[in-house]
């Protein structure tokens, strides 16, 4: 049981101010994950939901006839967004080399040196390049996720090269 003097405020943002995110804490090899990031004992169902493998399947969104059907690709995606908030695209016309790229420079980003990534962490919206540690960390009512993230807003005005980090240019 979680001890009544837990002020999860407070150690949220003692977190947030490191800004080192959750790969600061993975780096700093922790022995124990902190208190925000733990389910309040209780609030988990003891139920096993019944499931088939059916129900598991990653939803797949295939863009090879979407200039036929816009609105049918439009309505798969907000259904598997709402249901199970990702999925995946096939048939996009997107190069593989440019997939695996973006992959490496995302992994780029997150093993460069700490300072450097600092310099990009922010909570304010009207940045073009945003890196922090769970973009709800305050407004979360439950526990923080375990995780980092960036994000890269290209409209209505995309960031120039020098706005973007090295490694990810």
């Known amino acids: 049981m979680e001890s009544k003097d837990f002020d999860s405020y407070s150690e949220r943002k003692a977190f947030d101010e490191t800004k080192e995110g959750v790969k600061g804490l993975v780096d700093a090899h922790i022995t124990e994950v902190p208190r925000i990031f733990r389910v309040p004992q209780g609030t988990l169902s003891d139920k096993k939901p019944s499931l088939s493998s059916?129900?598991?399947?990653?939803?797949?969104?295939?863009?090879?006839?979407?200039?036929?059907?816009?609105?049918r690709a439009v309505e798969k995606i907000k259904d598997a967004a709402e249901k199970w908030g990702f999925f995946q695209v096939v048939n996009h016309g997107v190069p593989l080399s440019v997939l695996e790229e973006m992959r490496d420079g995302v992994r780029r980003f997150f093993?460069?040196?700490?300072?450097?990534?600092?310099?990009?962490?922010?909570?304010?919206?009207?940045?073009?390049?945003?890196?922090?540690?769970?973009?709800?960390?305050?407004?979360s009512t439950a526990c923080v996720n375990w995780r980092d993230s960036f994000a890269c807003y290209m409209s209505p005005d995309p960031p120039t090269p020098e706005e973007l980090p090295v490694v990810c240019r």
Not at 111 to 139: G, I, P
């Open 54 to 71: 059916s129900d598991l399947a990653i939803p797949i969104i295939d863009f090879a006839d979407v200039h036929v059907s816009r609105p």
């Open 111 to 139: 093993e460069q040196d700490l300072e450097v990534k600092k310099s990009y962490f922010s909570r304010e919206a009207t940045n073009k390049f945003v890196y922090n540690s769970n973009f709800d960390l305050y407004s």
